[in-house]
């Protein structure tokens, strides 16, 4: 038999992709940033799906895919970004080549398609995205849209994002490099420097939030809490955005950028560009919301505006602490495995975790960088599994090791952990509810409570009836109704009747004892671990509790 | 009505109802309309001569006539109201009319006759059901005079619910025991008879039912199964206690839980093994219910119908994380608040249901406006309750008169549960979803511009 050689059972090709959490100081050892590995079943997608999400959510465009029809048509009102107005963008417009276009190439038909659509929507912007077989065929994108644009007076802009170009990080920096075209420069009275340290007073300083995609209406909940603060907020990219307030993100202050695998692109250009530095910030969970109010009320140096900035944290804190609490209480303990797309996500995802009172025990990214999976490293706590690119059968696996009582993923993800009889909470883009801002982390809480609570995990446990199981459970319960002498009794028959029998990989004694290993040393550093901000007088600090 | 459904499910059998017409032409219209079917049920259509002199005459004239036209072998008859009331003796009248016509009581060439006292303002139609199963039963038992000492053991199973089941039910129930335990026996069978497919003819009654030599096997069976736990099985009790065929009750199976208790059963009795099918399904509706959980989770929920409906999907919600708020049932009945509080001890004691019986919709209004549910589940005389409160409404039971489909809606087995999940899922998703259809521009803006662009150029 093949010896075991890493935590999970895979290719050995894939091995230095999957590790654990490494002690402080150490450079972690794994592998990422790579193409996915042949024959692997990466959950990643491709070049022009990367650009399509980042993009999609500009509501006005016209989003054309240069392509055959299942580049469009797969990709068809996918995610879950909230319009305030006009929705142009949930159609998926299609040149539709066929085979003959493959032969003699497909730039007729798209410039009459980009006519048709001008006829039709009147748009203000186009995004003509490149698929792989257009630059196999090599037509010319940028050319047809050089002169659709002056036939038209529109920008029309080309997206390469040709799917064999690389992995989805490569399609993030082609939706960027769009957006840069549609970023006007700003007129001369707001142009300028930009540093709040020579004019600590900016008056109505003026932000965008950049990675924020509005699934289910995210930006509706974290748009006002900054213009309480006082600050403008001129667009978030690119969610609920629109061709006109892109074209405006170069008069802002500051950028603040959530989804960094997409956005740091962007917001280092503009930095370069227009000199308009930026914040890294999340607006998931209590503690990130405060951080990325605290920071931004810091960087404009404006007394009124920290005032103002912890009246809001705390009278939103106030507001869903009884409900978060109560989650808590039926939550805390529970154990958690997060596949996500980009760090950003996954990183503010533990601290959200850590507020519930829940643990993380496997952490992974699609798209994760060498300095983003150190800081993840930093972040949990030893024993956690951290995975780099991670196909179906590890993750199944590393559930099961693991020990995983939820995972919070996509769609692709989610039916491993239901068929492991493991909770599930989707954090991508086709979730209807928001995550984001207070209500938002309400709505997470209560979520991660339905899925780990339910009672059908109790029903799965016995996957096949066993009448002999079914006769003593009855009578346990029987005596447990009348009384609770066989309390004991009863509990044992469960132990016996329930246990899932798959559920028992071929471990070996040291892996099992491995895994639940839960060293005293670093939790107790994570505990006391200084807090980023100050704690104001009210309630009890959620996230540092419980340890 | 409850005993019209009974013998409804015996082959080639009339029913009588002796009283005033409208008896039977409100119950024909009332289960016509929920399992679309021809319903035809004779009455002994009181006058007010017949109200104030007894109903002895029109009762016989009813008799004769039924036997002329239908030519049946069994006749039910089921007593109203007035003819209660006004005191008369049906089965003196029955013996009479036997008499007179030559009837004798050979279940082989003779009409059997059995009456049952079914008053509307005795109990509801589930009493009625049960009465007449126990009349039934007791009448070809009886009439096997002599023999009756002597049991020949067939091996069979009888099963008997006390509520009736839909005719998809129970084809569902006859497969799984032709599946499991071989030779049964079901009584009341309904599944062709209200559900019947389009033939050449118009038989004068419809074919199907319990065979009558069926029925009068079944003190013979080696052990009875009754379907439902609320409501006291006569039939089964009467089996029992008079011929010794040991009684089992176990709930509707509906839900993972019934429908695991209803297979421990058929094994104990049988000691046949599950068959991989049903192994296979009870897998799919695990399977559907983790694949569903967020959305029912926590899902308030309002449940009414006839007791032991209302029991098992109960038990069922509450299996599913749904929190069923409201627990209600028209009969009167003392065990129920008691079982279905037995049943939230066992499952999820933290929950506090407001549970009522012997109520009438008017109180299930003002119950739901206290309790406040997201869905009703229940029969479809709650639709009013249903529109004023802007609730959906997932119908089960009877009568289901305002949709089709009421003859084939499957509730039993793990099939049967897995179909009920999809659709209370799939209701709530249709009152919650919220897709809405893309906004675009109005088409007249870019009329406008268009010329614009014209005028300019």
Redesign the interface.
């Known amino acids: 038999m093949k010896e075991k050689a890493g935590i999970v059972d895979t290719l050995e090709e894939r091995q230095p992709y999957i590790t654990r959490k490494q002690e402080k100081g150490q450079t972690i050892p794994l592998a990422c940033d790579n193409n996915s590995l042949a024959g692997a079943i990466s959950q990643r997608a491709c070049v022009y799906s990367g650009a399509r999400v980042v993009l999609n959510p500009v509501t006005?465009a016209v989003h054309l895919v240069h392509g055959p029809i299942g580049c469009a048509g797969y990709t068809w009102?996918i995610r879950g970004a909230k319009?305030s107005?006009?929705?142009?963008n949930?159609?998926s417009f299609s040149t539709d080549m066929k085979e003959i276009d493959v032969i003699f190439g497909g730039e007729k038909k798209l410039s009459n398609a980009i006519d048709e659509l001008v006829?039709?929507?009147?748009p203000p912007v186009i995004f003509v995205y490149s698929t792989c077989i257009v630059g196999i065929i090599g037509d010319d994108l940028e050319a047809i849209c050089n002169t659709a644009s002056q036939n038209h007076n529109i920008p029309v802009l080309p997206v390469k994002s040709e799917g064999f170009k690389g992995n989805k990080s490569d399609g993030y920096k082609a939706a960027c490099d769009a957006l840069k075209k549609l970023i006007k420069i700003p007129p001369k009275e707001v142009a300028g420097e930009k540093k709040p340290e020579v004019s600590p007073e900016v008056r109505n300083p003026k932000i965008n939030i950049l990675g924020d995609f509005n699934v289910a209406g995210d930006v509706w909940l974290i748009k006002p809490l900054f213009e309480q603060m006082g600050t403008e907020v001129i667009v978030s990219m690119t969610g609920d955005s629109t061709a006109k307030s892109i074209s405006r993100a170069a008069e802002a202050d500051l950028n603040l950028v959530q989804c960094s695998g997409s956005m740091t692109y962007l917001a280092k250009w503009m930095q370069k560009e227009y000199g308009i530095p930026y914040l890294s910030a999340s607006f998931f969970g209590i503690e990130d919301i405060s951080l990325a109010l605290r920071k931004t009320a810091e960087y404009f140096g404006s007394e009124e505006m920290k005032k103002k900035a912890e009246e809001i944290l705390e009278t939103g804190t106030n507001r869903i602490m009884p409900e978060i609490s109560r989650v808590r209480e039926r939550v805390k303990g529970k154990r958690a495995a997060i596949y996500m797309g980009g760090p950003a996500k996954a990183l503010t995802l533990i601290k959200g975790f850590a507020e519930l009172g829940m643990e993380v025990v496997i952490i992974g990214t699609q798209t994760g960088q060498k300095e983003d999976y150190e800081q993840i490293s930093y972040s949990v706590r030893n024993g956690t599994v951290i995975v780099d690119d991670a196909n179906p059968l590890e993750l199944a696996e590393l559930l099961v090791k693991q020990k995983a009582d939820l995972m919070v993923a996509g769609v692709k993800e989610r039916?491993i952990a239901?068929?492991l009889?493991i909770a599930?909470c989707d954090f991508n883009h086709d979730r209807?509810v928001e995550f984001e801002g207070f209500d938002g982390f309400v709505n997470f809480a209560r979520?991660v409570d339905?899925?780990i609570?339910?009672?059908?995990?109790k029903?799965?446990r016995q996957?096949?009836?066993k009448?002999e199981a079914?006769?003593l459970k009855?009578a346990a319960?029987k005596e447990r109704?009348s009384g609770e002498p066989h309390a004991k009794e009863y509990k044992d028959m469960e132990d016996m009747a329930v246990e899932p029998e798959f559920l028992h990989p071929k471990l070996d004694a040291a892996a099992e004892n491995q895994v639940l290993e839960r060293p005293q040393d670093d939790e107790m550093e994570l505990c006391n671990r200084k807090p980023l901000y100050h704690v104001p007088a009210y309630g009890k600090r959620p996230c540092f509790q419980g340890y | 009505m409850g005993s019209a459904l009974a013998f409804k499910g015996i082959e080639n059998t009339m029913v009588l109802y002796h009283g005033s017409q409208g008896c039977s032409t409100y119950m024909r219209l009332h289960l016509a309309h929920h399992f679309r079917e021809p319903v035809d049920i004779a009455s002994s259509s009181l006058s007010e001569k017949g109200a104030v002199y007894g109903g002895r005459e029109n009762l016989k004239k009813g008799l004769r006539n039924v036997i002329n036209r239908y030519n049946p072998k069994v006749i039910g008859v089921a007593t109203t109201c007035l003819a209660e009331t006004i005191g008369d003796d049906v089965p003196a009248i029955i013996r009479e009319f036997k008499e007179e016509e030559g009837i004798g009581d050979d279940p082989e060439k003779d009409i059997i006759i059995i009456s049952v006292s079914t008053p509307s303002y005795g109990e509801s139609h589930v009493s009625g059901y049960i009465k007449a199963l126990e009349a039934v039963v007791r009448k070809f038992a009886e009439n096997q005079g002599e023999e009756r000492a002597i049991k020949i053991p067939n091996g069979k199973l009888n099963l008997i619910p006390v509520e009736s089941l839909s005719p998809a039910d129970v084809r569902e129930i006859k497969e799984i025991l032709e599946a499991t335990a071989g030779n049964f026996i079901f009584l009341p069978d309904i599944s062709e008879t209200f559900d019947a497919p389009l033939r050449d003819d118009l038989p004068k009654i419809a074919p199907g039912g319990t065979s009558i030599s069926e029925i009068a096997d079944m003190p013979n069976s080696r052990a009875s199964l009754g379907l439902g736990i609320v409501s006291k099985n006569l039939a089964l009790e009467y089996l029992e206690g008079y011929y010794g065929v040991p009684g089992h009750s176990v709930p509707i199976p509906i839900g993972l839980s019934n429908t695991d208790n209803f297979f421990t059963e058929l094994v104990n009795i049988f000691g046949c093994p599950i068959p991989d099918k049903y192994q296979a399904e009870r897998g799919r509706l695990l399977d559907a219910m983790v694949d569903v959980h967020k959305y029912l989770y926590g899902v308030k929920a309002a449940v009414y119908g006839d007791p032991d409906l209302v029991f098992s999907l109960t038990t069922f919600m509450l299996e599913l994380g749904m929190h069923p708020v409201l627990v209600a049932t028209g009969s009167k009945s003392r065990d129920f608040g008691m079982k279905i509080r037995q049943i939230f001890k066992e499952i999820r004691p933290e929950l506090e249901p407001v549970v009522l019986d012997g109520i009438d919709f008017d109180s299930l209004n003002d119950a739901v406006s206290d309790c406040n549910p997201d869905i009703l589940i229940g029969n479809s005389n709650g639709r009013y309750i249903a529109k004023a409160r802007d609730i959906p409404l997932v119908r089960v039971g009877l009568p289901i008169h305002d949709r089709v489909g009421a003859q084939r809606i499957l509730t039993v087995g793990y099939k049967g549960s897995l179909e009920l999940l999809d659709r209370i899922t799939n209701t709530i998703l249709e009152a919650t979803d919220t897709f809405t259809a893309p906004v675009q521009a109005e088409p007249a803006a870019y009329a406008s511009q268009g010329t614009e662009e014209e005028c300019m150029e």
């Open positions: 006005d009102d319009s107005g006009i929705e142009t949930r159609s006829g039709l929507y009147h039916f239901y068929k009889g599930f209807v979520e339905a899925s609570n339910s009672p059908v995990w029903a799965v996957r096949t009836l009448p079914m006769e009855r319960v109704i």
